[in-house]
């Protein structure tokens, strides 16, 4: 059964804390995407991979970060830099250009 | 920045009635699609629409595109309590097809 998967469902970050969310699909698709949702609010992007070892920023990366070391996974770091981190955090992928993203069920982020 | 609004921001109606969202974009695109997203899930998508289709169908759900008005509309037919969801729609980012910028949504109540 293909899809996104993402851990932990919840996650309490500390003050000056580093926290590190996990996204993995199976859908061998070649994009990721990370994207933050504030509440009653759309998405807006935070990363995007096109590409194992490659990633680019969006609208908002400033105080994440992320890695693409395997097709499969793309992991995204909140640094203790972001001051305002509680957000739900969704994953997606992408088997191309102009195609549908495919989304997680989500991380929400709180503070300790 | 984002691209496309939808409009109304809420809409509360009751279980076989129709529902009409508007979504409005500002810049020329190749295609638009629509997401739902029930409550504290990810998104799932619904329908991708191009800039050559004037109309799509999916089940219940119809799309129309009109690119002269840079706007779309997503009509659910015959709604059920179940189709109760935030709906988005999503446009490419300058036409690079990788990336999607988001409305802010529609909230749709559906009373049984």
């Known amino acids: 059964d293909g899809g996104i998967t993402q851990s932990p469902k919840y996650l309490f970050r500390k003050e000056g804390q580093n926290v590190t969310l996990s996204c993995e699909q199976n859908?061998?698709?070649?994009?990721m995407y990370w994207y933050r949702q504030d509440p009653g609010q759309g998405l807006r992007l935070i990363y995007y991979s096109q590409i194992v070892n490659d990633f680019q920023k969006g609208d908002i990366a400033e105080g994440y970060s992320v890695s693409r070391e395997k097709k499969e996974s793309f992991p995204l770091t909140v640094t203790s830099a972001q001051k305002n981190p509680t957000a739900f955090y969704l994953c997606?992928?992408?088997?191309?250009?102009?195609?549908?993203?495919?989304f997680g069920d989500g991380t929400r982020l709180s503070i300790l | 920045s984002q691209q496309g609004e939808e409009d109304p921001q809420a809409l509360s109606i009751q279980e076989g009635e129709n529902a009409t969202m508007n979504c409005s974009y500002k810049t020329s695109i190749n295609n638009l699609q629509w997401y739902r997203q029930n409550s504290g899930r990810g998104l799932v998508h619904l329908i991708l629409?191009?800039?050559?289709?004037r109309e799509k169908h999916s089940g219940r759900l119809r799309v129309t595109l009109d690119t002269s008005k840079k706007s779309s509309s997503l009509l659910i037919t015959a709604s059920r309590a179940a189709d109760t969801a935030s709906y988005f729609c999503a446009t490419p980012v300058n036409n690079a097809g990788n990336m999607l910028t988001f409305g802010g949504g529609t909230r749709l109540m559906v009373k049984p």
């Open positions: 629409i191009r800039s050559n289709e």
């Open positions: 859908l061998n698709h070649d994009a």
């Open positions: 997606a992928s992408s088997p191309g250009p102009d195609q549908p993203q495919h």
